[in-house]
Protein backbone atom coordinates (compact mmCIF):
# COMPACT_ATOMS: atom_id res chain seq x y z
CA UNK A 1 0.00 0.00 0.00
CA UNK A 2 1.23 3.48 0.10
CA UNK A 3 4.20 4.97 1.42
CA UNK A 4 3.81 8.07 3.53
CA UNK A 5 5.51 9.44 6.90
CA UNK A 6 3.88 8.34 9.85
CA UNK A 7 2.07 6.84 12.60
CA UNK A 8 4.06 3.86 13.19
CA UNK A 9 7.61 5.69 11.67
CA UNK A 10 7.51 4.75 8.13
CA UNK A 11 4.16 3.81 6.59
CA UNK A 12 5.08 1.47 3.57
CA UNK A 13 3.01 1.40 2.48
CA UNK A 14 -18.03 -18.41 -3.29
CA UNK A 15 -17.07 -19.84 -0.01
CA UNK A 16 -14.79 -21.91 -2.90
CA UNK A 17 -13.22 -25.16 -2.51
CA UNK A 18 -10.82 -24.21 -4.66
CA UNK A 19 -8.09 -21.99 -3.27
CA UNK A 20 -7.90 -18.40 -4.33
CA UNK A 21 -5.73 -15.42 -2.87
CA UNK A 22 -8.41 -13.18 -1.51
CA UNK A 23 -8.47 -10.94 -4.27
CA UNK A 24 -9.32 -13.24 -7.24
CA UNK A 25 -11.40 -16.07 -8.41
CA UNK A 26 -8.78 -17.96 -10.35
CA UNK A 27 -10.53 -20.30 -11.92
CA UNK A 28 -13.89 -18.26 -13.40
CA UNK A 29 -17.10 -19.99 -15.04
CA UNK A 30 -17.35 -18.39 -18.03
CA UNK A 31 -20.76 -18.25 -20.52
CA UNK A 32 -19.81 -20.96 -23.53
CA UNK A 33 -22.18 -18.88 -25.37
CA UNK A 34 -20.12 -15.55 -25.09
CA UNK A 35 -19.65 -14.13 -28.41
CA UNK A 36 -15.38 -14.08 -28.64
CA UNK A 37 -15.86 -11.93 -31.34
CA UNK A 38 -16.85 -9.00 -28.83
CA UNK A 39 -14.69 -6.44 -27.84
CA UNK A 40 -13.68 -6.74 -23.75
CA UNK A 41 -13.73 -2.99 -23.73
CA UNK A 42 -12.65 0.10 -25.34
CA UNK A 43 -9.62 1.78 -23.45
CA UNK A 44 -9.67 5.35 -21.14
CA UNK A 45 -7.61 7.83 -22.10
CA UNK A 46 -5.20 9.06 -19.36
CA UNK A 47 -6.58 11.91 -17.08
CA UNK A 48 -4.53 13.10 -14.60
CA UNK A 49 -6.93 15.26 -12.63
CA UNK A 50 -10.73 13.67 -12.29
CA UNK A 51 -12.73 13.93 -9.68
CA UNK A 52 -14.79 11.17 -10.82
CA UNK A 53 -14.29 7.88 -11.66
CA UNK A 54 -13.43 7.15 -15.19
CA UNK A 55 -14.62 3.65 -17.35
CA UNK A 56 -14.95 2.27 -20.52
CA UNK A 57 -17.85 3.18 -22.41
CA UNK A 58 -21.03 1.05 -21.76
CA UNK A 59 -19.68 0.46 -18.22
CA UNK A 60 -21.31 1.61 -15.00
CA UNK A 61 -21.48 0.92 -11.14
CA UNK A 62 -23.56 0.36 -8.23
CA UNK A 63 -22.26 1.83 -4.93
CA UNK A 64 -22.48 -0.82 -2.03
CA UNK A 65 -20.45 0.34 0.91
CA UNK A 66 -18.90 3.57 2.48
CA UNK A 67 -16.74 4.75 5.36
CA UNK A 68 -19.49 5.92 7.81
CA UNK A 69 -22.27 3.51 6.59
CA UNK A 70 -23.90 1.96 9.62
CA UNK A 71 -22.45 -1.44 10.58
CA UNK A 72 -23.97 -3.47 13.17
CA UNK A 73 -21.24 -4.93 15.76
CA UNK A 74 -21.33 -6.68 19.00
CA UNK A 75 -21.60 -3.49 21.43
CA UNK A 76 -24.55 -2.17 19.02
CA UNK A 77 -24.09 -0.66 16.07
CA UNK A 78 -21.54 1.82 14.94
CA UNK A 79 -20.12 4.42 11.92
CA UNK A 80 -17.92 1.65 9.59
CA UNK A 81 -14.52 1.82 9.34
CA UNK A 82 -12.80 3.70 5.98
CA UNK A 83 -9.55 3.24 4.32
CA UNK A 84 -11.22 -0.09 2.09
CA UNK A 85 -8.69 -2.65 0.86
CA UNK A 86 -9.49 -6.14 0.71
CA UNK A 87 -12.30 -7.74 -1.21
CA UNK A 88 -13.50 -10.87 -1.50
CA UNK A 89 -16.64 -12.45 -2.99
CA UNK A 90 -18.16 -15.76 -1.19
CA UNK A 91 -21.20 -16.70 -3.56
CA UNK A 92 -24.18 -17.70 -2.05
CA UNK A 93 -24.41 -21.72 -3.58
CA UNK A 94 -21.96 -20.93 -6.49
CA UNK A 95 -24.42 -18.38 -7.61
CA UNK A 96 -22.82 -14.79 -9.46
CA UNK A 97 -25.76 -12.62 -8.47
CA UNK A 98 -26.06 -13.03 -4.61
CA UNK A 99 -23.37 -13.72 -2.11
CA UNK A 100 -21.32 -11.79 0.66
CA UNK A 101 -18.77 -8.82 0.32
CA UNK A 102 -15.31 -9.46 2.76
CA UNK A 103 -14.21 -5.94 3.08
CA UNK A 104 -11.19 -5.49 4.98
CA UNK A 105 -10.05 -2.12 6.62
CA UNK A 106 -6.38 -0.86 6.21
CA UNK A 107 -6.61 1.58 9.48
CA UNK A 108 -6.83 1.66 13.50
CA UNK A 109 -9.92 2.92 14.56
CA UNK A 110 -10.02 3.54 18.37
CA UNK A 111 -14.03 3.62 18.89
CA UNK A 112 -16.17 1.97 21.85
CA UNK A 113 -18.63 -0.18 19.58
CA UNK A 114 -15.88 -1.61 17.23
CA UNK A 115 -12.67 -0.81 19.26
CA UNK A 116 -10.92 -3.99 17.91
CA UNK A 117 -8.69 -2.53 15.06
CA UNK A 118 -8.19 -1.83 11.49
CA UNK A 119 -10.88 -5.17 10.91
CA UNK A 120 -13.32 -5.67 8.49
CA UNK A 121 -16.69 -5.64 7.21
CA UNK A 122 -19.29 -8.08 6.41
CA UNK A 123 -22.58 -7.55 3.57
CA UNK A 124 -24.22 -9.70 2.17
CA UNK A 125 -25.21 -8.50 -1.69
CA UNK A 126 -27.61 -9.43 -4.46
CA UNK A 127 -27.82 -8.66 -8.01
CA UNK A 128 -31.68 -7.53 -8.69
CA UNK A 129 -33.80 -5.10 -11.11
CA UNK A 130 -30.72 -4.43 -12.89
CA UNK A 131 -27.85 -3.37 -10.05
CA UNK A 132 -26.30 -4.74 -7.36
CA UNK A 133 -28.05 -4.09 -3.69
CA UNK A 134 -27.13 -4.77 0.19
CA UNK A 135 -29.23 -7.16 1.70
CA UNK A 136 -29.92 -6.61 5.73
CA UNK A 137 -27.11 -5.00 8.09
CA UNK A 138 -23.73 -4.61 7.54
CA UNK A 139 -21.34 -6.26 10.15
CA UNK A 140 -18.09 -5.37 11.96
CA UNK A 141 -15.98 -8.64 12.04
CA UNK A 142 -15.13 -9.56 15.75
CA UNK A 143 -10.97 -9.63 16.24
CA UNK A 144 -11.28 -8.73 19.82
CA UNK A 145 -11.32 -12.75 20.36
CA UNK A 146 -7.68 -12.29 19.41
CA UNK A 147 -6.53 -9.67 21.43
CA UNK A 148 -7.15 -7.07 18.07
CA UNK A 149 -5.88 -6.19 15.15
CA UNK A 150 -4.45 -3.47 13.01
CA UNK A 151 -4.24 -2.46 9.55
CA UNK A 152 -5.91 -5.16 7.26
CA UNK A 153 -4.53 -5.60 4.26
CA UNK A 154 -4.65 -7.74 1.86
CA UNK A 155 -5.40 -11.83 2.14
CA UNK A 156 -6.83 -15.19 0.93
CA UNK A 157 -10.05 -17.00 1.01
CA UNK A 158 -8.54 -20.54 1.80
CA UNK A 159 -9.63 -23.99 0.89
CA UNK A 160 -11.35 -24.85 3.86
CA UNK A 161 -13.59 -21.46 3.33
CA UNK A 162 -11.66 -19.48 5.96
CA UNK A 163 -9.98 -16.13 5.40
CA UNK A 164 -6.88 -15.31 5.40
CA UNK A 165 -6.16 -11.71 6.71
CA UNK A 166 -2.57 -9.63 6.54
CA UNK A 167 -1.69 -6.98 8.82
CA UNK A 168 0.23 -4.82 7.48
CA UNK A 169 1.48 -2.49 9.57
CA UNK A 170 1.83 -2.80 13.51
CA UNK A 171 3.97 -0.67 16.01
CA UNK A 172 7.32 -0.51 17.22
CA UNK A 173 6.39 0.16 21.08
CA UNK A 174 3.81 -0.12 23.23
CA UNK A 175 2.94 4.10 23.38
CA UNK A 176 2.44 3.75 19.74
CA UNK A 177 -0.51 1.30 20.03
CA UNK A 178 -2.50 3.58 21.76
CA UNK A 179 -5.64 1.69 21.57
CA UNK A 180 -7.33 0.68 24.86
CA UNK A 181 -9.54 -1.75 23.48
CA UNK A 182 -7.08 -4.28 22.73
CA UNK A 183 -6.02 -6.02 25.02
CA UNK A 184 -5.82 -9.83 25.83
CA UNK A 185 -2.88 -12.05 24.33
CA UNK A 186 -4.10 -15.19 23.43
CA UNK A 187 -1.80 -18.34 23.01
CA UNK A 188 1.55 -17.21 23.25
CA UNK A 189 4.07 -16.08 26.02
CA UNK A 190 7.13 -14.13 26.86
CA UNK A 191 4.85 -11.72 23.84
CA UNK A 192 4.22 -7.95 24.29
CA UNK A 193 0.78 -6.32 23.21
CA UNK A 194 2.73 -4.72 20.22
CA UNK A 195 4.65 -7.84 19.24
CA UNK A 196 1.20 -9.57 19.35
CA UNK A 197 0.54 -7.29 16.06
CA UNK A 198 1.68 -7.76 12.78
CA UNK A 199 0.74 -11.51 11.90
CA UNK A 200 -1.48 -13.24 9.11
CA UNK A 201 -5.36 -13.81 10.65
CA UNK A 202 -7.48 -16.69 10.28
CA UNK A 203 -10.85 -15.44 10.23
CA UNK A 204 -14.48 -17.52 10.04
CA UNK A 205 -16.48 -15.06 7.64
CA UNK A 206 -19.90 -17.43 8.53
CA UNK A 207 -19.36 -16.60 12.14
CA UNK A 208 -17.94 -13.12 11.03
CA UNK A 209 -15.31 -13.08 13.93
CA UNK A 210 -11.36 -13.89 13.80
CA UNK A 211 -9.65 -17.58 14.51
CA UNK A 212 -6.26 -17.46 15.36
CA UNK A 213 -3.33 -15.25 14.41
CA UNK A 214 -0.81 -17.55 12.61
CA UNK A 215 2.39 -17.06 14.31
CA UNK A 216 3.97 -19.80 12.24
CA UNK A 217 3.42 -18.16 9.10
CA UNK A 218 5.92 -14.75 10.95
CA UNK A 219 5.69 -11.20 11.78
CA UNK A 220 6.43 -8.77 9.12
CA UNK A 221 4.83 -6.20 7.03
CA UNK A 222 1.93 -8.59 5.74
CA UNK A 223 0.56 -7.40 2.37
CA UNK A 224 -1.36 -10.86 0.45
CA UNK A 225 -0.99 -14.46 0.09
CA UNK A 226 -2.21 -17.24 -2.15
CA UNK A 227 -2.20 -20.96 -0.90
CA UNK A 228 -2.66 -23.97 -3.43
CA UNK A 229 -5.81 -25.94 -3.93
CA UNK A 230 -4.49 -28.65 -1.89
CA UNK A 231 -4.18 -26.76 1.33
CA UNK A 232 -0.60 -27.73 1.89
CA UNK A 233 1.42 -24.27 0.85
CA UNK A 234 0.97 -20.49 1.53
CA UNK A 235 2.75 -17.93 -0.72
CA UNK A 236 3.42 -14.69 1.34
CA UNK A 237 4.81 -11.36 0.35
CA UNK A 238 6.46 -8.56 2.49
CA UNK A 239 5.63 -4.78 1.45
CA UNK A 240 8.99 -3.34 3.12
CA UNK A 241 11.98 -2.64 1.92
CA UNK A 242 13.94 -4.78 1.93
CA UNK A 243 10.95 -7.31 1.46
CA UNK A 244 11.44 -11.48 1.48
CA UNK A 245 9.34 -13.81 0.03
CA UNK A 246 8.05 -16.69 1.83
CA UNK A 247 6.44 -19.84 2.22
CA UNK A 248 4.58 -22.25 4.60
CA UNK A 249 4.47 -25.95 4.17
CA UNK A 250 1.90 -27.48 6.62
CA UNK A 251 2.29 -30.58 8.17
CA UNK A 252 -1.07 -31.34 7.89
CA UNK A 253 -3.30 -29.23 4.63
CA UNK A 254 -5.43 -26.12 6.00
CA UNK A 255 -4.06 -26.47 9.48
CA UNK A 256 -1.49 -23.65 10.25
CA UNK A 257 -0.46 -24.94 13.92
CA UNK A 258 2.52 -27.01 12.55
CA UNK A 259 4.58 -26.42 9.43
CA UNK A 260 7.82 -25.02 8.24
CA UNK A 261 8.42 -21.34 7.03
CA UNK A 262 10.86 -20.89 4.16
CA UNK A 263 12.59 -17.49 2.60
CA UNK A 264 13.53 -17.57 -1.16
CA UNK A 265 16.82 -16.89 -2.08
CA UNK A 266 17.21 -16.44 -6.50
CA UNK A 267 20.46 -18.18 -8.00
CA UNK A 268 23.21 -15.38 -8.77
CA UNK A 269 22.03 -15.94 -12.55
CA UNK A 270 18.05 -15.65 -11.78
CA UNK A 271 17.30 -18.52 -13.55
CA UNK A 272 16.47 -20.63 -10.61
CA UNK A 273 16.50 -20.44 -6.78
CA UNK A 274 15.71 -22.06 -3.76
CA UNK A 275 14.42 -22.05 0.04
CA UNK A 276 15.90 -21.47 3.11
CA UNK A 277 14.23 -23.22 6.07
CA UNK A 278 13.30 -20.62 8.74
CA UNK A 279 13.83 -21.32 12.33
CA UNK A 280 10.60 -21.96 13.94
CA UNK A 281 10.91 -20.47 17.16
CA UNK A 282 8.57 -17.64 18.25
CA UNK A 283 11.54 -15.33 18.93
CA UNK A 284 12.86 -15.81 15.49
CA UNK A 285 9.19 -15.39 13.52
CA UNK A 286 8.76 -12.14 15.34
CA UNK A 287 12.19 -10.48 13.70
CA UNK A 288 11.95 -12.94 10.58
CA UNK A 289 12.85 -10.83 8.09
CA UNK A 290 16.03 -10.03 9.38
CA UNK A 291 16.67 -13.96 9.93
CA UNK A 292 16.11 -14.80 6.46
CA UNK A 293 18.10 -11.66 5.78
CA UNK A 294 20.92 -13.23 7.45
CA UNK A 295 20.49 -16.87 5.57
CA UNK A 296 21.19 -15.33 2.23
CA UNK A 297 17.44 -14.73 1.26
CA UNK A 298 16.66 -12.27 -1.69
CA UNK A 299 15.78 -8.82 -1.30
CA UNK A 300 12.58 -7.64 -3.30
CA UNK A 301 11.53 -4.01 -3.32
CA UNK A 302 8.29 -4.37 -1.77
CA UNK A 303 6.31 -6.91 -3.33
CA UNK A 304 2.37 -6.65 -3.09
CA UNK A 305 -0.32 -8.84 -4.62
CA UNK A 306 0.22 -12.19 -5.41
CA UNK A 307 -1.67 -14.10 -8.10
CA UNK A 308 -1.85 -17.98 -9.60
CA UNK A 309 -2.76 -18.78 -13.44
CA UNK A 310 -2.07 -21.58 -15.14
CA UNK A 311 0.48 -22.99 -12.43
CA UNK A 312 2.21 -19.62 -12.55
CA UNK A 313 2.63 -17.15 -9.69
CA UNK A 314 2.00 -13.46 -10.56
CA UNK A 315 3.37 -10.85 -7.61
CA UNK A 316 3.35 -7.07 -8.00
CA UNK A 317 6.99 -5.60 -7.16
CA UNK A 318 6.00 -1.97 -6.24
CA UNK A 319 9.43 -0.33 -6.25
CA UNK A 320 10.95 2.46 -4.88
CA UNK A 321 12.13 5.49 -6.24
CA UNK A 322 15.91 4.82 -4.57
CA UNK A 323 17.25 2.60 -1.78
CA UNK A 324 20.40 2.04 -0.31
CA UNK A 325 20.64 -1.68 0.88
CA UNK A 326 24.24 -2.33 1.54
CA UNK A 327 23.66 -2.59 5.17
CA UNK A 328 21.56 -5.75 3.97
CA UNK A 329 23.84 -7.07 1.88
CA UNK A 330 26.53 -6.65 4.56
CA UNK A 331 23.93 -9.16 6.96
CA UNK A 332 24.03 -11.44 4.34
CA UNK A 333 21.01 -10.41 1.72
CA UNK A 334 21.41 -11.05 -1.28
CA UNK A 335 20.06 -8.73 -4.15
CA UNK A 336 17.82 -9.70 -7.14
CA UNK A 337 19.34 -10.54 -10.56
CA UNK A 338 17.32 -8.19 -12.70
CA UNK A 339 17.93 -5.44 -9.75
CA UNK A 340 21.49 -5.77 -10.17
CA UNK A 341 21.40 -5.94 -13.73
CA UNK A 342 19.15 -3.25 -14.47
CA UNK A 343 18.79 -0.92 -11.44
CA UNK A 344 21.92 -0.81 -9.63
CA UNK A 345 23.10 2.80 -9.51
CA UNK A 346 26.40 2.41 -6.92
CA UNK A 347 27.62 0.11 -4.38
CA UNK A 348 24.76 -0.88 -2.73
CA UNK A 349 22.21 1.76 -4.09
CA UNK A 350 19.32 1.14 -6.75
CA UNK A 351 16.95 2.94 -8.32
CA UNK A 352 13.85 1.46 -9.21
CA UNK A 353 10.66 4.27 -9.43
CA UNK A 354 8.09 2.30 -11.66
CA UNK A 355 8.38 -1.14 -10.19
CA UNK A 356 7.15 -3.82 -12.30
CA UNK A 357 5.32 -7.21 -12.52
CA UNK A 358 7.22 -10.68 -11.35
CA UNK A 359 5.99 -14.17 -12.74
CA UNK A 360 6.91 -17.21 -10.21
CA UNK A 361 7.57 -20.51 -11.40
CA UNK A 362 7.21 -23.24 -7.94
CA UNK A 363 8.95 -26.04 -9.98
CA UNK A 364 11.93 -24.32 -11.39
CA UNK A 365 11.98 -22.11 -9.15
CA UNK A 366 12.74 -19.01 -11.43
CA UNK A 367 11.61 -15.55 -10.59
CA UNK A 368 11.70 -13.20 -13.46
CA UNK A 369 10.77 -9.89 -14.97
CA UNK A 370 7.08 -10.05 -16.68
CA UNK A 371 6.66 -6.37 -17.25
CA UNK A 372 8.50 -3.66 -16.02
CA UNK A 373 6.76 0.13 -15.25
CA UNK A 374 7.46 2.78 -17.26
CA UNK A 375 6.19 5.26 -19.93
CA UNK A 376 3.47 3.89 -22.61
CA UNK A 377 4.32 5.16 -25.91
CA UNK A 378 1.14 4.63 -27.49
CA UNK A 379 -0.88 7.19 -25.07
CA UNK A 380 1.69 8.88 -23.18
CA UNK A 381 0.75 7.46 -19.83
CA UNK A 382 2.64 5.97 -17.32
CA UNK A 383 2.57 2.48 -15.69
CA UNK A 384 3.86 2.57 -12.35
CA UNK A 385 4.01 1.06 -8.75
CA UNK A 386 1.25 -1.29 -9.29
CA UNK A 387 -0.04 -2.65 -6.29
CA UNK A 388 -3.25 -4.75 -5.94
CA UNK A 389 -3.94 -7.38 -8.76
CA UNK A 390 -6.62 -10.06 -9.31
CA UNK A 391 -6.70 -12.49 -12.36
CA UNK A 392 -10.05 -13.08 -14.26
CA UNK A 393 -10.90 -15.73 -17.47
CA UNK A 394 -12.63 -13.71 -19.42
CA UNK A 395 -14.27 -14.59 -23.17
CA UNK A 396 -11.75 -17.58 -22.16
CA UNK A 397 -8.83 -15.55 -21.77
CA UNK A 398 -6.28 -15.23 -18.89
CA UNK A 399 -6.43 -11.66 -17.79
CA UNK A 400 -4.17 -10.02 -14.99
CA UNK A 401 -6.08 -6.94 -13.39
CA UNK A 402 -3.16 -4.18 -12.29
CA UNK A 403 -4.33 -1.42 -9.71
CA UNK A 404 -1.40 1.55 -9.58
CA UNK A 405 -0.84 2.57 -6.09
CA UNK A 406 2.01 5.58 -6.63
CA UNK A 407 5.08 6.03 -4.16
CA UNK A 408 5.50 9.40 -6.19
CA UNK A 409 4.64 12.16 -8.72
CA UNK A 410 7.25 12.79 -10.52
CA UNK A 411 9.22 11.37 -13.52
CA UNK A 412 6.18 10.97 -16.01
CA UNK A 413 3.49 9.23 -12.89
CA UNK A 414 1.38 12.19 -13.67
CA UNK A 415 1.01 14.92 -16.01
CA UNK A 416 3.19 18.21 -15.11
CA UNK A 417 0.25 19.95 -14.01
CA UNK A 418 -0.68 17.42 -11.74
CA UNK A 419 2.34 16.90 -10.38
CA UNK A 420 2.73 20.63 -9.30
CA UNK A 421 -0.72 20.69 -7.95
CA UNK A 422 0.34 17.26 -5.83
CA UNK A 423 -2.79 15.49 -7.74
CA UNK A 424 -2.24 11.86 -6.80
CA UNK A 425 -4.30 9.66 -9.76
CA UNK A 426 -4.33 5.93 -10.00
CA UNK A 427 -5.11 3.56 -12.97
CA UNK A 428 -6.08 0.06 -13.32
CA UNK A 429 -4.77 -1.78 -16.26
CA UNK A 430 -5.83 -5.19 -17.58
CA UNK A 431 -3.35 -7.42 -19.30
CA UNK A 432 -3.60 -10.78 -21.77
CA UNK A 433 -1.77 -13.08 -20.40
CA UNK A 434 -1.43 -15.10 -23.71
CA UNK A 435 0.59 -12.62 -25.09
CA UNK A 436 3.95 -14.28 -24.75
CA UNK A 437 6.22 -11.70 -24.06
CA UNK A 438 4.19 -8.42 -23.31
CA UNK A 439 4.94 -4.67 -23.11
CA UNK A 440 3.55 -1.57 -21.48
CA UNK A 441 2.10 -1.03 -25.01
CA UNK A 442 0.05 -4.30 -24.71
CA UNK A 443 -1.54 -2.52 -21.05
CA UNK A 444 -5.68 -1.80 -21.90
CA UNK A 445 -6.43 0.89 -19.35
CA UNK A 446 -9.35 0.25 -17.56
CA UNK A 447 -10.01 2.76 -15.36
CA UNK A 448 -8.82 6.27 -14.10
CA UNK A 449 -9.49 6.17 -10.19
CA UNK A 450 -10.45 9.60 -8.40
CA UNK A 451 -8.08 11.94 -7.35
CA UNK A 452 -6.22 10.98 -4.17
CA UNK A 453 -8.00 7.71 -4.42
CA UNK A 454 -5.92 4.18 -4.30
CA UNK A 455 -7.96 1.29 -6.36
CA UNK A 456 -8.01 -1.83 -4.68
CA UNK A 457 -9.59 -4.88 -3.60
CA UNK A 458 -10.41 -6.63 -7.15
CA UNK A 459 -12.55 -9.95 -7.22
CA UNK A 460 -15.09 -10.83 -10.14
CA UNK A 461 -18.28 -12.86 -9.66
CA UNK A 462 -17.93 -16.36 -11.03
CA UNK A 463 -19.41 -15.55 -14.30
CA UNK A 464 -17.24 -12.53 -15.23
CA UNK A 465 -19.75 -10.36 -15.17
CA UNK A 466 -19.32 -8.31 -12.49
CA UNK A 467 -15.82 -6.72 -10.89
CA UNK A 468 -16.01 -5.40 -7.25
CA UNK A 469 -13.36 -2.80 -6.47
CA UNK A 470 -12.66 -0.51 -3.60
CA UNK A 471 -11.59 3.33 -3.86
CA UNK A 472 -9.70 3.79 -1.07
CA UNK A 473 -9.38 7.28 0.79
CA UNK A 474 -9.84 9.76 -2.40
CA UNK A 475 -9.54 12.88 -1.98
CA UNK A 476 -12.05 14.63 0.71
CA UNK A 477 -12.78 17.88 -1.41
CA UNK A 478 -14.00 15.34 -4.55
CA UNK A 479 -17.43 15.49 -5.06
CA UNK A 480 -19.82 12.20 -3.77
CA UNK A 481 -19.71 9.77 -3.67
CA UNK A 482 -15.74 9.82 -4.26
CA UNK A 483 -14.61 11.74 -1.05
CA UNK A 484 -14.47 9.07 1.19
CA UNK A 485 -13.83 4.84 0.89
CA UNK A 486 -16.20 3.46 -1.09
CA UNK A 487 -17.02 -0.26 -2.24
CA UNK A 488 -18.40 -0.51 -5.74
CA UNK A 489 -19.95 -3.39 -7.95
CA UNK A 490 -18.52 -2.47 -11.81
CA UNK A 491 -20.88 -3.98 -14.46
CA UNK A 492 -20.04 -3.75 -18.90
CA UNK A 493 -18.60 -6.85 -18.96
CA UNK A 494 -19.51 -8.80 -22.12
Given at each position: ?10 L ?58 T ?6 K?P ?27 T ?7 G???G ?22 D??T ?28 L ?5 P???SL ?31 F ?8 Y??P ?8 D?Y ?5 F ?14 L ?6 Q ?19 I ?20 A??K????E ?19 H??E????T ?46 A ?21 V????E ?7 E ?8 A ?10 A ?45 F?
Open positions: MKMQIGYFGILTGLAISCQSGKRDAKLIINPDTDQKNILFNPVEPDYNTPNLILPEGFTYDILFAESDVRTANGAAKGNHDLIIYIPDNNRSDKGTLYVSHELVIDPHADGGATLLDVVFENGKWVVIGEKRNVFSVGGTVYNCGGTLTPKGTVLTAEELFPSSSELKNQITRGMNHMTKEEHMGWMVEVDPIKGEAIQKVYNGRYTHEDACTDGKTVYLTDCPAIFKFETTNPNDYSSGQYAYQQSDGLSGRWLAMPMDIRSLIHRDTAIAKGATMFVRQEWIQENGIYISTGYDSLNLSVHIQNGGTVPYLKNHKGDGIYADPFGRILVFDPITLQMEVLLDGGPIEKDGGHFANPDALHIYLQEKPYIIISEDLTGLSMGRSKEAEKGWLINIYFLDLTIKPTRNDLMRFVGPRGCETTGSYFTPDGKTYFVNIQHPDKSNPPPFNRSTTIAIRGP
